[in-house]
């Protein structure tokens, strides 16, 4: 690993939710040797909530298919509640599922059939707070059909797109000739119509979310989301 990776690694902290001892095991000792923190591994979403003792982690690695009958959209929203970000771990043929997570907030899925060598990749990509667009996140999209795009003018997809690229809206309104107050109007409609088919986007972020899902941006690698930090 590089010194860069090295430096990353210790500045993440990591926490894992999965009902299966082994897993955790595994992933704990993948985790503690590429330099990560885990700071908990836990069977479920409240004793999680519990070690983090009102805390927070930079990145929770969260089964789906939970043993206490807990759903995918509560344990996805429980832990984006305490300022961490989640990253899928599943199998790869429960897209519906995984949709779901999506949907709730969830920053990517990483397959359990993975080399762990790709987990720990993808632990890096969340922990930056980029968005992980892979293969299964592609699935999980083009195979839901009630997965519903919004509606965007051209004016406002450049809007989106160059927004959630990581220019200031200032420089948005300088680049497309128009005034500031009018590209915030299009920002707010943009939102607006996000709410309206049940994806809603309130940060940045969530933004650079919808806009990789809807095809405006590409996937983001590590270089191009130095652009959101």
Known sequence: MSDERDSDARQAT??????HEAVRLGLRAACQDAGYDVIADTADVPQLLAALGGGSCDVVVLDLSLGD??????????????????LVHSI?????????????????????ASPMAAV??????????DVLNNVEWASAIEADRDFARAQLGRRER?????????????????????AHSTAREYLDRIRAKYVEVGRP?????????????????????????????
Do not use: C, F
């Open 201 to 229: 986007a309130p940060t940045k972020v969530d933004l650079l979310r919808r806009a990789v899902e809807d095809g405006i941006l590409p996937g983001l690698d590590g270089e191009a989301g130095d652009a959101l930090r």
């Open 92 to 112: 790869a043929d429960r897209v519906a599922a995984v949709r779901e997570a999506l949907a709730a907030g969830a920053a990517g899925v990483i397959p359990k």
């Open 158 to 178: 450049d809007v989106l797109h160059l927004y959630a690229s990581g220019l200031p809206l200032k420089l948005v309104a300088a680049q497309l000739g128009i």
């Open 14 to 19: 990591v926490a894992i939710v999965d009902d």
């Open 120 to 129: 720990i990749g993808a632990i890096s990509t969340v922990a930056r707070g």
């Open 69 to 86: 009958g807990s759903s995918v959209t509560d344990n996805v929203r429980q832990v984006l509640a305490t300022g961490s970000h989640v």
